[in-house]
């Protein structure tokens, strides 16, 4: 039973990964122009680089392959994003409502965090591509 929960658990927070890689994809400009606005160099580079840790990192968290090495990009993926991006239109928001707004994403990647921590720690499980024994 419990291959089988953290398989689900690792379906579930892969696909937050994935999700937003593609919508990113999809809105490329916006999500550019966002970056610009805070201002960052060359955001369509950091654009392109949220994309492939945010989609491979995914991919490679759902498919159990690599899932330490792809739990640690992805921890530090979110924990970048947390403080320079949610923290800068946190501290730029013009009242409550935004100010709550980018509170929810915080604390939504906090949560991430600690669900990466525990594949970082403990590898992938029993399905996966790559099965790695878990750390003593």
């Known amino acids: 039973m419990n291959a089988h929960l953290s398989w689900i658990s690792r379906l579930l927070l892969s696909f937050i990964f994935i999700l937003s890689g593609l919508f990113k994809i999809v809105g490329f400009a916006n999500t550019s122009g966002l970056?610009?606005?805070?201002?960052?160099?060359?955001?369509?580079?950091?654009?392109?680089?949220?994309?492939?840790?945010?989609?491979?990192?995914?991919?490679?968290?759902?498919?159990?392959?690599?899932?330490?090495?792809?739990?640690?990009?992805?921890?530090?993926?979110?924990?970048?994003?947390?403080?320079?991006?949610?923290?800068?239109?946190?501290?730029?928001?013009?009242?409550?409502?935004a100010k709550q707004d980018q509170i929810a994403h915080i604390l939504k990647n906090i949560a991430l965090v600690g669900g990466l921590l525990k594949y970082y720690l403990d590898g992938a499980g029993r399905y996966a591509i790559d099965r790695e024994p878990a750390v003593a």
């Open 35 to 97: 970056l610009a606005h805070l201002g960052w160099p060359a955001p369509g580079l950091w654009v392109t680089l949220a994309i492939l840790i945010e989609v491979l990192g995914g991919l490679a968290l759902l498919l159990g392959f690599r899932v330490r090495l792809a739990s640690l990009a992805l921890i530090v993926f979110v924990i970048a994003a947390t403080v320079f991006v949610h923290g800068a239109f946190l501290s730029a928001a013009a009242d409550q409502a």
